[in-house]
């Protein structure tokens, strides 16, 4: 009910523009049109996954499952808005991580004293976490070897080619880790498969799925164009700095229905789902959303490396990564390590907030 | 016996001060006269918290734990020491960490070919000690975005403020931890309650304790004010750096009493109390005496940031901590682990004792 | 068979040294004569291990293991060449946790759905990795102290003196591990030197043995001249950085033999045996090769300090030890887990590939 009232943000957001209302306006409710619409996506690709078979819907929730973020970052990217776009990529991770994650274990331990899940899933999520770490670490000290150590006055070429080819091996390591997934060792993510059909059997027609798809994917385009066009002028007026808005805020709207779905699960006890979503959904942005960014700028004139300027950037990275291993490689979860999650995440907000605009 | 006899450093440097004696008797005798005055505070504490029934109890031991450090440092922060400060509070988690726990999981390691410990409980302080890397490491990061990356010439304010949000965070966990432990999840850190008692039953009244409390907490803020005031002359003499004395002497003196009672424990096969003692203290200086100071230096006009400006200092944090977190988190420890934490603090003792003057 | 072939390669380099071939020529053939040098030095300290007892052996074993790395980087430190001795002991490491170890998990993975190894030894290890990535980063964060916060002009006399601590550090850690592992805890790795024995008997007689290791200790000697010699001028004309050949090309020939038999043992399933190859190899070159090296420089008036200028080097190092410590610790390998360490080897020869010349 409520999402459907939510549409009502679409034409508002498109009257505004074509008006040329303030920039806040169109930006705050072409944000809150994107909430709908990314639901839409995500739930079309799960009618589709439904009725495809474990392998195929596995596939498809794979590939698709941040297909909205994808589509945004792309928009903000071919309007040569490189830094907001790196700004996101790190964002979404550490929302997922910290927020999504962090709120899971928060309240399901308020409500269950201990909660388990599978170990040995857990155990690899840290391990390609810790490779995601050491994947958006290289090219940051690439660039500061380049310049400081071998006094390349401008390394704009070399980081662009060595992000290049960080990108090449993060897809491989996607592919590899769906075929491990969907292949080779279904059993180790067992439970997870199984869980979902009976929290979202598939109630659509194919036809409906593809077409809502479709027209979600058409909103959500169009949507990120008014969101990116009134950026600039939008956070000035608000008085916040790129990184906040880019790192903190966008993320908390893009990613609001995974914080929903995890949650409901944490507090039904499903950690396994909960974990999967927060954990896959960051996994998928890094390994996949990301490299794909970096390859379609490159193809479109607008190359992007992943090298972070701001040290700050790769320390939330970091920092969050490392707190996420901490309380996930056990298996064991309660109420304090969400809090801790919960903690570094203020933490970071903080620190962007104080940041300079 | 032999603490009754120490007692008389404390007239010996009331004398020497009064005399004016050279700066470094004053400092050695005064330091001297800390060791016993700071174990009658961990006593008085102990006897209260013994007759006050576990969760009063535990609640006194975890608040007044480190009371004689925070007196000494409070001193020094007034007397606007704030390096020596900081020092001194990473001194106090590093000694902790690898010189106390080494010593205890050296030694009873010699004794016992495997100690055992809960797993759980030191899986969480792990997890705790992670968040306290990434709280100390943050606002160095922001101190450096501002300087390098924003170009803000003097980041002083920032920095207070985010250190300050910081603070109010570590303290939000330190409360979170405490009623997690008291609480909600009394049985994790089961075995450690019901130990003490048996090693400290309550002997005294509760007015004797809360005399020999008070005549101590008097005692140390006398001799705390003979060693910050004769410090500086002292280490000049001495030939040694501010950072070795803050970082390594210090804490070795003041670290005195936990050092003891963790190496019996651990040469009892009583490895919990001991690691306990151990990691539960350096938590307490990160999560609850660090920022007391932070915030005790803002409303006193004394305003002391967490920005580490010496390299040396956050890499030796992040030393200790992932060492201690390699040796703990498994529940189990031998010989060769204690050696290694000793081989981690060695390394860090030659840094800061090669540092310059 | 194959193995007596290479032996060619030994006097066709003395034969292109002595007429003054192209240096690449030089620095090609002997390269490939020092693979089967190595292999026979391996081997027969082998046979004189499987002869002498499991604890003589097992020392001997851990002091000649990488004897051939030794002297072909003593070669080359009292040539000057620090800068490649320092690439190639960083290179010597990530060889091994990467690629060796990723091409054994990966291959043995394919053949095995999953693969366990001993999860005490492998923590042990993991936590001697820790260590070891310490006390590498520590003389770099020393040296930026020294200059960027103390101010020191030109802090070459401390760098070395805290170098040759850590040294001494290095070598009592490593002394103790020795100890630990044929004397106190022997159960810990048992399996291992069951293992031995079965696949390599004592087949030469002593004197046989002897004689073959003195004959390829004096190979390998003179080769590593050749080497070192031709190295410069081999690299300009084959337009790769010294980064590159010191950290990627050297050690891949260099730990070519314990590539073939870590991969053998992995694909037999013996995974203890090839984790124990390729992790105990980097310790070794890490506690032994790389102390002995800063204490030989120091001696012979080539000091050798241990600070990495290049950032590159000292975050590959921290790269292959988080990967290495996120795969190995929980006991549990998959072909995934190859696949990571492997992608992070990639990551790694892009970033020293793209390195300017």
Do not use: C
């Not at 380049?146 to 390394?155: K, L, S, T």
């Not at 490299?291 to 990275?317: Q, T």
Request: aromatic share 10%.
């Amino acid at each position: 009910m409520f999402r459907y009232g939510m549409l009502g943000f679409i034409p508002l957001a498109v009257a505004l523009e074509v008006f040329h209302a303030p920039a806040v306006w169109v930006f705050v409710v072409s944000a809150l049109a994107l909430l709908p619409l990314a639901g839409w996506m995500g739930q079309a690709t799960e009618e589709l996954a439904a009725r495809a078979g474990s392998t195929v819907g596995g596939l498809l929730n794979a590939t698709f499952g941040n297909a909205a973020e994808l589509i945004i970052a792309t928009v903000a990217l071919l309007a040569g808005k490189i830094e907001i776009v790196k700004a996101s990529i790190t964002g979404s991770i550490l929302s997922n991580l910290l927020l999504v994650l962090g709120l899971s274990v928060f309240l399901g331990g308020l409500r269950y004293l201990r909660q388990n899940f599978n170990a040995h899933a857990a155990g690899l999520s840290a391990s390609l976490l810790t490779l995601t770490l050491i994947a958006f670490m290289l090219p940051t000290f690439f660039d500061l070897a380049e310049r400081n150590f071998f006094n390349v006055p401008d390394p704009t070429l070399p980081d662009e080619l060595f992000s290049l080819a960080t990108a090449g091996v993060l897809i491989l390591i996607y592919l590899a880790n769906v075929y491990f997934t969907l292949r080779t060792h279904k059993d180790l993510v067992s439970g997870l498969d199984e869980a979902h059909p009976e929290e979202h059997p598939a109630t659509w027609s194919v036809p409906v799925a593809v077409g809502v798809l479709a027209a979600a994917t058409v909103g959500v385009a169009v949507m990120a164009e008014f969101l990116v066009g009134s950026l600039e002028a939008a956070t000035e007026v608000l008085g916040l700095s790129e990184f906040f808005v880019g790192i903190i805020l966008i993320p908390l709207v893009g990613n609001a229905a995974e914080h929903f779905a995890a949650v409901v699960f944490a507090m039904k006890n499903k950690m396994d789902l909960a974990v999967q979503i927060a954990v896959g959904s960051s996994l998928q942005i890094a390994l996949l959303v990301a490299p794909i960014l970096v390859l379609v700028g490159y193809f479109a004139g607008r190359p992007m490396d992943l090298v972070f300027h701001n040290p700050l950037e790769l320390a939330a990275l970091a920092a969050s990564i490392l707190a996420t291993n901490a309380v996930v490689r056990d298996g064991e979860s309660n109420w304090l390590e969400g809090f801790l999650l919960l903690g570094v995440y203020a933490l970071l907000g903080f620190a962007f907030f104080f940041t300079p605009r």
